[in-house]
């Protein structure tokens, strides 16, 4: 396996994320909660921006594609049809030695092999390695329940993904959205999985986001499709930023595919513990619209208004991880320089995904400069997200906007005072430019709207 030669670690994220306010373990007075997360002030306008770019692609920029908040709480048949009760299991053991962990059994055996061992061979337990118990299939969802009653009848789960609630809304979506196939419902959601191993902070949660397709098409046309969304998926990753060779296309071989997909690949990023999934795009073929159509016993197929053709649309699903997602724009834009003989940390956000654009600063808190800056930063937050910052030396500042991703700095100064204009500072090249006052805004939004691409260097392994 490849491993990352950047500087950044998952050590340093995390401490970056306590740090600067975007992320804190949840429940952490108490001790906190395993693999669970808060998203705190500056995490909250991260991800929503790596959301609002994901609508934007998919269905602002789109003609194909309607848009669907479907509940978390479905029908209990729900999940019969789409096998989830009965197959969405994996392989528990547990250590029978000093610790008493449990493992998923396949990870076990895969992180064997990729050693170059036996994965065949008796498994230990990694922790104490001490004797692990016969395997047994937990279900991952879960089980909650309606009313007041806790019997049988009243039973409900979490939902595990968001692509079932898609499914059994295509008919209300086809009633109303005026779309014939090949369409697209999006929708951006949480879902809920019992993981027995989850970890690398907010890589694999219990609780996670999805940002999540199910585009319905023709059966002819569905390898077609499915290679035009991997182009299309790809290029929104490197479009923000993302170098491209921290990123692969994986396709799935032989037992990795899902028994209802023809079609599978992963777009894969190299994050610090090597090579891991971001997105999945899938060619699930007409599994789910006919496995609800015989549980719930209404018609989920389509009828070609030309021809009178009638067909099941097959759907190609990409299906990405809003919190992975958050988490992999932030692995790629974080860098350790060195400016005048100090390191300075910084994250290189694409300016669309920072959490702020523009932080206004008064070079010193006297002579009016204060008053100034905060009337420029009054008139700039009308138009972008935008700080006002005077907590400390303006190096200090400086450092703090750094690495919260600000990709630029309007400093009030004594020259400020004189002819109106202020110091522009580029977080990436460092670059400072004088420009009038009355210009900062409109300055702004060029730059924010203008092409970019990380300067980060090719690094990868």
Same mark, same amino acid.
């Given at each position: 396996m490849s491993t990352p030669t950047d500087a950044v670690t998952m050590d340093k994220i995390v401490s970056l994320c306590k740090r600067r306010g975007f992320i804190f373990q949840s429940s952490e007075i108490y001790g906190g909660l395993a693999s669970t997360y808060d998203y705190g002030h500056y995490g909250v306008l991260l991800k929503s921006n790596v959301k609002a770019e994901w609508w934007r692609a998919v269905l602002q920029e789109r003609d194909d594609m309607v848009a669907l908040d479907a509940a978390i709480l479905m029908h209990p048949r729900t999940w019969e049809a789409s096998g989830h009760l009965a197959g969405f299991t994996d392989p528990l053991v547990q250590c029978l030695g000093k610790c008493k962990k449990r493992w998923r059994e396949d990870h076990l055996r895969e992180a064997i092999e990729a050693e170059g061992g036996d994965p065949d061979a008796p498994l #230990?337990?990694? =922790?104490?390695?001490?004797?692990? @118990?016969?395997?047994?299939?937990?279900?991952?969802?879960?089980?909650?329940?309606?009313?007041?009653?806790?019997?049988?009848?009243?039973?409900?789960?979490?939902?595990?993904?968001?692509?079932?609630?898609?499914? #059994?809304?295509? &008919?209300?979506?086809?009633?109303?959205?005026? &779309?014939?196939?090949?369409?697209?419902?999006?929708? #951006?959601? &949480?879902?809920?999985?019992?993981? !027995?191993?989850?970890?690398?902070? !907010?890589?694999?949660?219990?609780?996670?986001?999805?940002?999540?397709?199910?585009?319905?098409?023709?059966? %002819?046309?569905?390898?077609? +499709?499915?290679?035009? +969304?991997?182009?299309?998926?790809? @290029? +929104?990753?490197?479009?923000?930023?993302?170098?491209?060779?921290?990123?692969?296309?994986?396709?799935?071989?032989?037992?990795?595919?899902?028994?209802?997909?023809?079609?599978?690949?992963? !777009? =894969?990023?190299?994050?610090?513990?090597? +090579?891991?999934?971001?997105?999945? !795009?899938?060619?699930?073929?007409?599994?789910?619209?006919?496995?609800?159509?015989?549980? @719930?016993?209404? &018609?989920?197929?389509?009828?070609?208004?030309?021809?009178? =053709?009638?067909? #099941?649309?097959?759907?190609?699903?990409? @299906?990405?991880? %809003?919190?992975?997602?958050?988490?992999?724009?932030?692995?790629?834009?974080?860098?350790?320089?060195?400016?005048?003989g100090r390191e300075r940390v910084l994250l290189r956000l694409h300016p669309r995904l920072a959490p702020v654009k523009a932080a206004v600063l008064p070079l010193v808190n006297k002579d009016g400069q204060p008053e100034k800056a905060r009337a420029i930063y009054e008139e700039l937050r009308k138009r972008m997200p935008a700080e006002f910052d005077t907590g400390g030396s303006i190096g200090k500042r400086y450092r703090r906007q750094d690495e919260i991703g600000t990709p630029w700095g309007v400093t009030v100064d004594h020259q400020s005072m004189e002819d109106d204009t202020v110091t522009l500072r580029d977080r990436d090249s460092l670059e400072q430019t004088r420009i009038p006052a009355a210009e900062v805004a409109d300055e702004l939004e060029r730059r924010l709207h203008a092409e970019w691409r990380s300067p980060k260097p090719v690094t990868a392994g």
């Open positions: #230990v337990c990694p =922790e104490c390695g001490g004797e692990l @118990s016969e395997p047994r299939n937990f279900n991952l969802m879960f089980e909650t329940h309606m009313g007041p009653v806790q019997d049988e009848g009243s039973q409900v789960f979490l939902r595990p993904e968001t692509a079932q609630g898609i499914f #059994v809304n295509f &008919k209300n979506v086809m009633q109303f959205a005026r &779309k014939r196939p090949p369409f697209g419902i999006a929708q #951006v959601g &949480k879902s809920f999985r019992n993981e !027995i191993t989850p970890g690398n902070f !907010i890589f694999r949660t219990r609780e996670f986001e999805q940002m999540e397709i199910e585009f319905f098409v023709p059966p %002819a046309q569905a390898p077609e +499709w499915h290679q035009r +969304w991997m182009d299309e998926r790809l @290029s +929104w990753y490197t479009d923000l930023g993302i170098r491209a060779d921290h990123l692969r296309l994986r396709r799935h071989e032989g037992d990795e595919l899902s028994h209802y997909s023809s079609a599978t690949s992963d !777009i =894969e990023y190299l994050f610090p513990m090597g +090579w891991s999934e971001l997105e999945g !795009i899938a060619n699930r073929g007409d599994f789910d619209l006919t496995q609800h159509a015989e549980y @719930s016993r209404e &018609k989920l197929d389509y009828v070609d208004p030309g021809t009178g =053709e009638r067909y #099941v649309p097959h759907v190609i699903e990409p @299906s990405a991880g %809003a919190d992975r997602g958050t988490l992999a724009f932030m692995v790629d834009a974080y860098d350790e320089e060195q400016v005048e």
